[in-house]
């Protein structure tokens, strides 16, 4: 895909960012990878995350914005009314709008034209919900969306293969506090079965 112009990707993690930033560098140098965190929990990951992040500009030799502060709180607040609804339903939807606003903003005052995301590369995350929130946010921030997903021709399994070579930290829950619980629930529960 040619862009002409800066452009900003989203980032939520490392892993997921492997193929598509390097394949937007090959098209265009001025690309820009923008990781958001506060839906990350608990501290400890965010950091881990981040690092890995950081790991991945230096590799690659490309710039990086990070969301100005860690703040769960805020990002809590944001869902109130919906945190116990199901993996997968309103609750991530508000996350991840609350994560492509986030990018949209710094895009806005940072001058790029373009806005993409990371979290298309995802099996477990819905494309077509997330480009038309892309697509919705941009054009509210006067930016072109880059209406991608990564997933496509084994994007996920390039990734994984990718983050393998280059040792970057793979996380095993999408990253707030309530996958992160259900990951450890789902943990439990396997070994209740297994005993």
């Keep these: 895909m040619k862009t002409q112009g800066r452009v900003l990707l989203h980032i939520c993690c490392a892993p997921d960012a492997t193929v ?12 820009w990878g923008y990781f958001y965190g506060s839906n990350i929990h608990p501290k400890e990951e965010h ?15 490309a710039p990086l914005l990070v969301e100005q502060r860690y703040s769960p709180l805020s990002w809590l607040l944001s869902l109130r009314g ?7 339903g309103v609750r991530c939807a508000l996350c991840i709008r ?8 710094v ?3 940072g001058n790029f034209a373009y806005l993409g995301t990371t979290l298309t590369i995802s099996p477990h995350k819905k494309p077509d919900l997330i480009n038309a929130m892309g697509r919705a946010i941009s054009r509210r921030y006067g930016l ?11 994007g996920f399994l390039r990734s994984v293969e990718m983050s393998k070579r280059l040792g970057l930290y793979r996380q095993n ?4 506090i309530l996958s992160f619980r259900g990951e450890r629930h789902d943990k439990k529960q396997g070994a209740a079965r297994a005993s």
């Design 98 to 105: 609350a994560q492509l606003d986030s990018a949209a903003q």
């Design 20 to 31: 598509p930033w390097t394949e937007l560098l090959k098209e265009n140098e001025d690309v």
């Design 82 to 88: 919906h945190l116990y609804y199901p993996e997968g």
């Design 47 to 61: 950091d881990r995350r981040l690092n890995a992040v950081i790991q991945l500009s230096e590799t690659l030799g």
């Design 144 to 154: 072109k969306w880059l209406d991608v997903v990564w997933r496509k021709n084994n």
């Design 173 to 176: 829950y999408c990253g707030c």
């Design 107 to 109: 895009a806005r005052e």
